[in-house]
């Protein structure tokens, strides 16, 4: 399960299939999911929406990119789904967010 964490973390910005994941770990579709989820405490999708929006809350203190250039570059397809996920995981908009990184620096 390690190295197929790895894997959807170098990753991020493309779909990777369950059946593919599935395939390169061995096992079946069934068996990997609940395999994945009882090592990691998440389903796959979830690990990756988490490390998409990891990354994008980093980019979001650091980058002074705009936030929907950030969002496509972490693989949201639009801003209104990046916006919603952000705040479902750290209860701020992302610009909130930046906006208390730079505080935080200054």
């Known amino acids: 399960m390690g190295k197929i ?6 990753a991020l910005a493309q779909r990777a ?10 096992l079946s579709e069934f ?7 009882r ?8 690990y990756v929406l988490r490390a998409r929006l990891r990354a994008a809350a980093l980019r979001l203190h650091d980058d002074s990119a ?3 250039d950030i969002a496509l570059d972490c693989g949201f ?17 992302p610009r909130a967010w930046r906006a208390r990184g ?3 620096r200054a």
């Open 31 to 37: 068996y990997f999911l609940r395999t994945f989820q």
């Open 66 to 68: 705009k936030v929907v």
């Open 77 to 93: 397809n639009d801003l209104s789904n990046f916006n919603h996920a952000f705040r479902a995981e750290f209860a701020s908009s």
């Open 5 to 10: 964490a790895d894997t959807l973390q170098q």
């Open 17 to 26: 299939p369950l059946a593919s994941l599935a395939a390169a770990a061995g």
């Open 39 to 46: 090592v990691t405490g998440v389903t796959p999708h979830q």
């Open 102 to 104: 730079r505080a935080r």
